[in-house]
């Protein structure tokens, strides 16, 4: 059988080209780590690589929404329970304010520790974050919540007779709630509103006003009135600050809980990936030196076979 030598440099060269893209295309997955350097080489599992790349971006926002929640959750809850602790001060000024043993002079001493307390409830419920939003105003966050108004007020009976000048309060924001996705259909409320808290306010400038009368006296109806009532909206106030508190805190378990969730989805997504697009060096060796070793036989092949003629046979 005779071949022609056309035929046999194509067939040599062809046969060379061969091994030598092979060798190729394995370095390269050798150095990159990847299997896979373009989609052709295993389409199946491209199309796999792509559903879980996308899966796990969609898995990594909602880890980042979680982690900004419980930030801002957290920043709330301590600014919440510092309007607790301020609550409780001023009921226990107002619970020591109706002992009938006081005098005018004792009641008055106890207008600046409650109006710091004002102030400081006031100060809290208008909090900025370090946007400079307002984060008790529901949804309203260029609004300021707490608001202040000026007004007058008499009091029956006090030794002042003219309108005395006071601070109303009110609350501008909303209770709209800004809600967050944190999962495939689930969302959490990013902010908490202090509607309601101007009643307390209200309430605890009217006990002042009357407190700093020169006349006031505990064992007054009418002054009794005033801190009875500021009391009454105290103990509401805290009933409600407290339960925003107990929403923030479960609101937190339960964002740790669905972050861990998504984090083990997430090691099980890279897991995959790593599975479908990593490269098994030991194969990827062994596969090398063969075609290393094909390479190297069929130039000798080339060589041997072209140094042969017809006529040193003869």
């Known amino acids: ?42 389409p199946i599992a491209n199309v796999r690589i ?13 880890r980042d929404n979680i982690d900004a929640v419980k930030i801002r959750l957290s920043h709330n809850e301590t600014y919440m329970q ?17 002992d009938a043993h006081n005098t005018p002079k004792d009641l008055n001493s106890m207008v600046a520790p409650l109006r710091s307390l004002i102030d400081s409830l006031y100060y809290n419920g208008n909090t900025k974050d370090q946007e400079g939003k307002y984060i008790f105003s529901g949804t309203e966050t260029g609004t300021q919540p707490l608001t202040k108004t000026p007004a007058t007020m008499v009091i029956p009976g006090a030794k002042i007779t003219t ?13 709209a709630k800004q809600d967050v996705v944190v999962g495939n259909g689930i969302v959490q409320a990013a902010n908490v509103d202090v509607s309601g808290v101007d ?25 009794r009135g005033y801190l009875t ?9 805290m009933s409600l600050q407290a339960g925003r508190i107990a929403e923030l805190g479960g609101a937190q378990n339960v964002l740790t809980t669905l972050g861990s969730n998504h984090a083990n989805v ?10 479908l697009s990593q490269l098994d060096y030991g194969i990827a060796a062994t596969d090398l030196n063969g075609y290393n070793m094909a390479l190297q036989a069929t130039y000798k092949a080339y060589t041997k076979i072209s140094d042969m003629s017809l ?4």
């Open 266 to 275: 997430s090691i099980s997504n890279r897991s995959a990936i790593n599975d």
């Open 199 to 223: 009643a307390v306010l209200n309430a605890m400038e009217e006990a002042t006003v009357a407190l700093a009368d020169p006349g006031a006296s505990s064992s007054s109806s009418i002054y």
């Open 163 to 175: 309108p005395v000048p006071i601070t109303k309060y009110g609350y501008a924001g909303n209770t």
């Open 50 to 62: 792509s559903r879980l790349l996308r899966e796990e971006s969609i898995v990594t926002q909602y």
């Open 229 to 237: 009532t500021a009391l009454d909206e105290i103990d509401k106030a």
């Open 1 to 42: 059988m005779r071949i022609a030598t056309s035929q046999f440099q194509a067939s040599m060269n062809s046969s060379l080209g061969f091994n030598q893209e092979a060798i190729s295309k394995l370095t390269q997955q050798m150095a990159s780590g990847n299997r896979l350097l373009v989609p052709s080489d295993d």
């Open 311 to 314: 006529f040193k046979l003869l």
């Open 82 to 98: 510092s309007m607790v602790n301020d609550l409780n001060e001023a009921r226990d000024q107002l619970v020591l304010a109706l």
